[in-house]
């Protein structure tokens, strides 16, 4: 079993940055990868950044360029930094933990909100 907690969200202005943080309850190397997903109102849970334990990255076209996903092996935590926000990135970031063929583990999620 795996337990996600989510940090780090907050109000911010367009152009600004935030860094969302993902504890995890046990290590990154032995979960496999971890993966940020976001919720606007009214839409669906979208993939916004992809990390493995052998430190490969992904992203959504959306945000590539101004976010970036890393880990803290140590601390058992993924890193999403935002960077040049928009009022679009405004959503509730979970992030989210495989459980082989199974449904996976989720987070309960961190609020972004980008004023313009």
């Known amino acids: 079993q795996v337990q996600l907690v989510e940090s780090g969200g907050g109000l911010v202005q367009a152009g600004g940055s935030l860094r969302l943080s993902c504890a995890a309850s046990?290590?990154?190397?032995?979960?496999?990868?971890i993966k940020w997903y976001r919720q606007a109102p009214g839409k669906q849970r979208e993939f916004v950044a992809r990390?493995?334990?052998?430190?490969?990255?992904s992203y959504a076209d959306s945000v590539k360029g101004r976010f970036t996903i890393s880990t803290d092996n140590a601390k058992y935590t993924v890193y999403l930094q935002m960077s040049s926000l928009k009022p679009e990135d405004t959503a509730v970031y979970y992030c989210?933990?495989?459980?082989?063929?199974?449904?996976?583990?989720w987070g309960q999620g961190t609020q972004v909100t980008v004023s313009s």
């Open positions: 989210y933990a495989p459980r082989g063929s199974d449904v996976g583990y």
């Open positions: 046990r290590s990154i190397f032995s979960i496999g990868y």
């Open positions: 990390i493995t334990s052998g430190g490969s990255t």
